[in-house]
T-cell receptor
């Protein structure tokens, strides 16, 4: 069953613009992670935010978490063509459980 | 450092045939996951092993699917008999998880692209 749902399903922007993707989930979580998948490849971990954190940065990535709204956002600043990929949020509801992924947002960055 | 290794990368098989997908996790990792990805259903967890023991197999679609992990460096996912609706990308992933810990990064293989005709 799906725990996280990303929004929008698809996003097209120009190089240099910012891209914002949102994730909503259903149940309380321990952590939320974002992963990236290039076409035809496996998923790669980007960033993790714990349930007691509200914001986290990594390079051009900024992740926020609002546990009261059960939602998270991933912001990619100054996007590049190489950022073209699908982005997934994933949650684990308690220690010892596996990550459950959303269906992803497909980002297309054109030059 | 080798990542998660999956084989075969691509397989085309006829309905009714047995399919075996193989996975070698990253050395030292103690958790292994099999996921299935389709356009319609996204990325679904099939089964999760910890220290070679199946912990959660609630995602395994039906009895046609079985998974084993005979040792820490090898796992298989078998479909017998295969059906066209099994066509998907099957991902193996691994992580190191300390007891009671959460929030571990998981590392994915490149996937096995299965087409059942």
């Amino acid at each position: 069953s799906q725990q996280g749902e990303e929004d929008p399903q698809a996003l097209s922007i120009q190089e240099g613009e910012n891209a914002t993707m949102n994730c909503s989930y259903k149940t309380s979580i321990n952590n939320l992670q974002w992963y990236r998948q290039n076409s035809g490849r496996g998923l790669v971990h980007l960033i993790l935010i714990r349930s007691n954190e509200r914001e986290k940065h990594s390079g051009r990535l900024r992740v926020t978490l609002d546990t009261s709204k059960k939602s998270s956002s991933l912001l990619i600043t100054a996007s590049r063509a190489a950022d073209t990929a699908s982005y997934f949020c994933a949650t684990d509801v308690r220690a010892g459980t596996a990550l459950i992924f959303g269906k992803g947002t497909t980002l297309s960055v054109s030059s | 450092d080798a990542g998660v290794i999956q084989s075969p990368r691509h397989e085309v098989t006829e309905m009714g045939q047995e399919v075996t997908l193989r996975c070698k996790p990253i050395s030292g990792h103690n958790s292994l996951f099999w996921y299935r990805q389709t356009m319609m259903r996204g990325l679904e967890l099939l089964i999760y092993f910890n220290n070679n023991v199946p912990i959660d197999d609630s995602g395994m679609p039906e009895d046609r699917f079985s998974a084993k992990m005979p040792n820490a460096s090898f796992s298989t996912l078998k479909i017998q008999p295969s059906e066209p609706r099994d066509s998907a990308v099957y991902f193996c992933a691994s992580s190191f998880r300390a007891q009671g810990a959460s929030g571990n990064t998981i590392y994915f293989g490149e996937g096995s692209w299965l087409t059942v005709v």
